[in-house]
């Protein structure tokens, strides 16, 4: 291997490493969920420790946390929100919820997969998750991350048809 070769994949590597551990969360509140995130990131159970940290711009921020269920209104602004974050970027499907619409899973108007118009990175299950798995969802994606494993936002691109048609049978 070339001298060239072994700084870049040395940097690379650092560089994931810092990544990994330094996590800028947007929570989209979208549903009751959302309570257990201030005992997540205040001072109990504090996820600063591993770098984790909410931020209020889609701009700087890594992770779209999307803490519930989603109706097809709020689906439009995740899109919206999700396409202003700068790449690399990950989405946490946060609540049984967003898994499988969770106990509205019948409603006309809730969204019940979010990974078909998002692609999402890790799922937290559980109505509504512990604070403790929110935080080995996080831990979770920082191991993908750290794998390289972590690709949802290369798939957005090169999948982009999908997730499009998905999005307009829904929005229109
Ligand atoms: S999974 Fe439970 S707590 Fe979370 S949004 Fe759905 S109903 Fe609310």
């Known amino acids: 291997m070339e001298m060239q070769d072994v700084i870049e994949e040395g940097y690379v590597g650092i560089l994931e490493d810092l990544r990994k551990r330094s996590l800028w969360m947007l929570h989209y509140c979208t549903a009751c969920g959302a309570i257990e995130l201030p ?50 970027k ?26 078909l118009y998002l692609p999402v990175d890790v799922y937290i299950a559980g109505c509504m998750p512990t604070p403790m798995a929110v935080i080995e969802g996080f831990r979770s994606l920082m191991k993908l991350i750290d794998e390289g494993k972590a690709n949802g936002w290369k798939k957005y691109i090169e999948d982009n048809a999908y997730y499009k048609e998905n999005q307009r049978k829904v929005l229109g």
């Open 39 to 88: 005992p997540t990131i205040t001072s109990r159970f504090d996820a600063e420790r591993f770098g984790i940290a909410p931020f209020v711009t889609s701009r700087q921020s890594d992770i779209l946390l999307v803490t519930g269920y989603i109706n097809i209104k709020t689906l439009r602004r995740i899109v919206t929100v999700y396409e202003q974050m700068l790449p690399p």
């Open 90 to 115: 990950y989405v946490i499907g946060f609540g049984s919820c967003t898994i499988n619409g969770g106990i509205y899973w019948d409603s006309y108007a809730v969204v019940k997969r979010l990974d």
